[in-house]
């Protein structure tokens, strides 16, 4: 009931919007049923034997978005659910945990019972000039957004812009934690991205260059997986987190989007230098990362394939600094369906992008019918530096030995188009781990599951 009251405020303010004002007043939204079967997140049957290491579940997720546009200003609000669990009343969860594997944390993605807020921006151009200013929570990414995404629940930003004939400069402030109500320490906690941008059109796509300064007051973005609090990723990094940690990482992103001749390519590179240190200064630890992605695709009438190139850069064993690519991600599925979606990955967290993986894909997609694609994609995973993931970065056991080999994955995927507005798209997927997954009890298993989306937007 009280969900249905919220949604009809909503509706009341748009349409009273539409009436009284001299604005452009739109609603629309979607609905999703989600089914799901993944099965064997810990890699080793015989020890839970698919029981808290699977996860079978039917959710619902909806959206209701209310869109204005007024002279040269335009603002959103966006109310969601999102994917509560079928038979299960559970509490609102804001901050985006994850089902974690393979000695994680145990954790779980759904579950968020009743409305809370993904979008709410406003979007201004300041008079006579050709300087716009948005600000608010918003859905954001950076390039292809290799280094900074958040597509899933948005993040809380500042953006100015301004669009001087094909270049467009950008700079804005993302608030990724504030400490607000620290008595000792109030500011000296807040974590943001502070980004200077420049992007150029040309003709064959649209390139970006972008300077970015992660300022880390509280030592848990750093190294790390910053919806697990307190974990860092670093060899020999100070055991605890808070206060007492400062960090600052400098990213520097080249980004190309666009065509070649018949081939759509996606391509960003990225270089990072920085810091972590204790506020007394006794331990430091030097941070040097990079990567590089690299997303093909070409039409060939009904079928079109695709690749993709990717390399993070990993920790050595036993360097007393972090060589890892670190980003900050959103828990959404980047790329394939079990590895680093349901499962830790060699960056030692989920949802760390290509962090410490070196990744080769090729695929397909047919159109086998007009409402009707279906396709696969086989990727090929190794670890740019040798780990083990079921043990802590930089630490091995005589009987866990590191290695680079991750394994493949064999995803399969068919779209259908049931009408102009719902559409039931399915995933399955294969994984069979390499030996940076085993444990001192062998081999690991392998791990697999499906994934269905029941879909009307309106």
Known sequence: MKKLLVVAVVLAIA???????????????????????FQNFDLDRSINNADTASRTTTETAYRIDVNVKADNAKAKISLWNDHDVWGLNSSHNPNNTLDVNNSGSATTEVGNSGLGVREAWLDVMIPDTPVGVKAGHMLTQLGNGWFVRNNYGGLDAWVAYAALGNTTLIGQDIKLSDTAGNNTNTNANDVDIYTVAAAQKMDIGTGLIALSVLRDDTGTYLGGNPWASGQTGFTNAPATTGINQRGRLYDLTLNFDGKLGPVALKAEADAQQGSIDTATGNTHIGITGNQVVIQASMPMDKLTLNGTIARGSGNVNGVNKSLQFNNISDIAQHYTLIYEYRIKAASGFANTGFSNTTALEVGAMYQAAKSVAVGADLWFLQATEATNIALPSGSAASNQSLSRALGEELDLKANWQLTKEVSWNWQVGYFKPGAAYNTNLGKADDAYGAQGILSMTF
């Open 15 to 37: 349409c009273m919007g539409s009436m009284a004002f001299a604005a452009d007043v739109t609603v629309n939204g979607y609905v999703d049923v989600r089914s799901r079967d």
